[in-house]
């Protein structure tokens, strides 16, 4: 991609899954990438694997204190944030009558909550650097329908419109936009998921699998290069056609 060379990249929930794959893609486009994780271990593992990370740095996005020393540490560490990707988020599979308040509560702090403290830590840091590009990871389940996790689907309904909001009052400075995959093969969804209801979720995606995060990641590669450099305000689905025929609820 042209123009990630050099560029500082931070990527929250970035020790695992998507965020994992994220690094990885822009430490091999030659960017500098550091990230924020609030699991000790897996911070660990992926200093480990990835040698080239200028950071890994420890945060709970849903405390603003934590958040905002994180990311003072990270422009301490690269001298800048030209690219947040804000992907940390979690989900709890759990009937709708099932959900309880603490419950509700978790999930609206970290996915909705901490990505917004993340980003406007963020813009406030680019506008006054006068530019930059802030990509946050939404679902296929911010935009359908979709049982067991009306939390979670709520969060990421807000993340795409806070996505539309943000890219309109930070342009033309600061671009910003949204991945909205569909099922991707990370750990969080393995946990989940047994085998049986894996291939029950496969059958109905037209291209009959899931998404890996490295295709993911490369999504949001493009968005945070110069390629992309008249795109902001949109949100860019990556899901094997699996909303294109209304499926997603089947």
Known sequence: MRGLKGKRI???????GIGAATAVRFLEEGSVVCLLD????ARRKIVHELPGLSGALDADVSNLTQVQAAFAEAVRLMGGVDVLVNNAGISIRHKFLDITPEEWDKVIAVNLTGVFYVAQTAARHMMERGGGVILQTASTNGVMGYPFYADYNATKAGVIELTKSMALELA?????CAVAPGYVLTPMQ???YTDEMLEEVNRKIPLRRHALPEE?????AFLASDDAQNITGHVYTCDGGETAGGLASR
């Open 172 to 176: 033309p400075k600061v671009r910003v």
């Open 216 to 220: 993911i990641a490369a999504l949001f």
């Open 10 to 16: 931070l990527i929250t929930g970035g020790a695992s």
């Open 38 to 41: 609030r699991d000790p271990e």
């Open 190 to 192: 393995r946990a989940e």
